[in-house]
């Protein structure tokens, strides 16, 4: 069954760049969401969208940004990068919005 | 807010039962997950249960819910080495975000 996709799986940038993750999500899935896991930690929800509109919105810095397009795949825009935004970052996906999340691989971010 | 607390390791013998706890504070709670992390890998849903259910058996793995202490637990019979991983305990209510528990460390000695 296909799967969430992310891309990159990696990512190494340098403090004040900029970068752009992104999540294709399950066929026929209409919402996703983005995590942020930094090291040893859980995940914390950044912000979701359901049909191509922000839902809700969690801790997600001022720096980043977010849209889901017609196609229903997301990009997480990350501006002004600093040390503490290395993380894994996950996007996950659900077929209604409150319905089971399924998750990617993850982007691992790394900021040197 | 909401709140998830789980213990943060659990040391098991292989073929040994594992039991991971969780506690949540939000009583509106409807669905409560167990996702599996492996080293350097995402999430990956293990199971979930909804509020009005006490207990979901699957396969090696049963759920407990105690909604009154609001209390989960996971149970993973038969343990293998191949479960050695960090079980997040996750719950939301109606179409909120996912709040995980800062994760259970389990790992399986041979």
């Known amino acids: 069954a296909a799967g969430v996709i992310q891309s990159p799986r990696h990512l190494i940038k340098e403090k004040r760049e900029t970068a752009t993750l992104k999540c294709y999500p399950i066929?026929?899935?209409?919402?996703v969401y983005w995590y942020q896991q930094g090291p040893g930690q859980d995940p914390q929800f950044l912000i979701s969208f359901y049909e191509k509109m922000q839902s809700d919105k969690g801790s997600i810095p001022d720096r980043f940004s977010a849209q889901q397009f017609s196609d229903y795949h997301s990009e997480l825009n990350m501006s002004s990068l600093e040390l503490g935004d290395s993380a894994l970052y996950f996007c996950?996906?659900?077929?209604?919005?409150?319905?089971?999340?399924?998750f990617g691989p993850g982007t691992r971010l790394t900021v040197l | 807010g909401e709140d998830v607390e789980q213990s943060l390791f659990l040391s098991v013998r292989e073929g040994d039962s594992s039991v991971i706890n969780c506690t949540y504070t939000?009583?509106?709670?409807?669905?409560l997950y167990w996702y599996k992390q492996e080293p350097g890998a995402g999430l990956q849903l293990l199971t979930y249960i909804f509020s009005n259910m006490d207990m979901k058996q699957d396969q090696r793995l049963t759920v407990l819910l105690n909604k009154k202490d609001k209390h989960l637990s996971l149970r993973i019979a038969d343990t293998q080495t191949g479960d050695s991983a960090i079980y997040f305990c996750?719950?939301?209510?109606?179409?909120?975000?996912?709040?995980f528990g800062k994760g259970t460390r389990l790992s399986v000695i041979a």
């Open positions: 996750a719950e939301k209510s109606g179409n909120t975000p996912l709040v």
């Open positions: 939000d009583s509106s709670s409807t669905y």
């Open positions: 996950a996906s659900s077929a209604y919005r409150g319905g089971e999340q399924f």
């Open positions: 066929p026929r899935h209409d919402t």
